[in-house]
């Protein structure tokens, strides 16, 4: 199995990004899959899911209205659109397949599979 997340960069507070997550080696597109975040010092944080055949979706408050989560399962793809970024938004972000979608997915432990890729925004 081969997790790999990408699209993080250096961007400045209001700005946008687009992160990938391109999962090989399992069944994509029958499994929910969930973005979470972790800051220097910090615990892991959710940050959204979604269920294997998109309907559903999850968020945490503080990202209500400015991520969005999608997936592409003809691609093996997981994406997270970022908008109206804060400097609180910095962290390094991972994908994580098989987390459960549900009213308690943040609830869950989340677990690393990839090496993250890193999101920094500027004040």
């Known amino acids: 199995v081969q997790v790999v997340e990408s699209g993080g960069n250096l961007v400045q507070a209001g700005g946008s990004l687009r992160l990938s997550c391109t999962v090989s080696?399992?069944?994509?597109?029958?499994?929910?899959m969930a973005w979470f975040r972790q800051a220097p010092g910090t615990e892991r944080e959710g940050v959204s899911c979604?269920?294997?055949?998109?309907?559903?979706?999850y968020y945490a408050d503080s990202v209500k209205g400015r991520l969005t989560i999608s997936r592409d399962n003809a691609n093996n793809t997981l994406y997270l659109q970022m908008n109206s970024l804060k400097p609180e938004d910095t962290a390094m972000y991972y994908c994580?397949?098989?987390?459960?979608?549900?009213?308690?997915?943040?609830?869950?432990?989340?677990?690393?599979w990839g090496q993250g890729t890193q999101v920094t925004v500027s004040s």
């Open positions: 994580e397949p098989y987390h459960t979608c549900d009213d308690n997915w943040s609830q869950r432990d989340f677990a690393y």
């Open positions: 979604i269920t294997w055949g998109g309907s559903i979706t």
């Open positions: 080696g399992l069944a994509f597109r029958g499994i929910d």
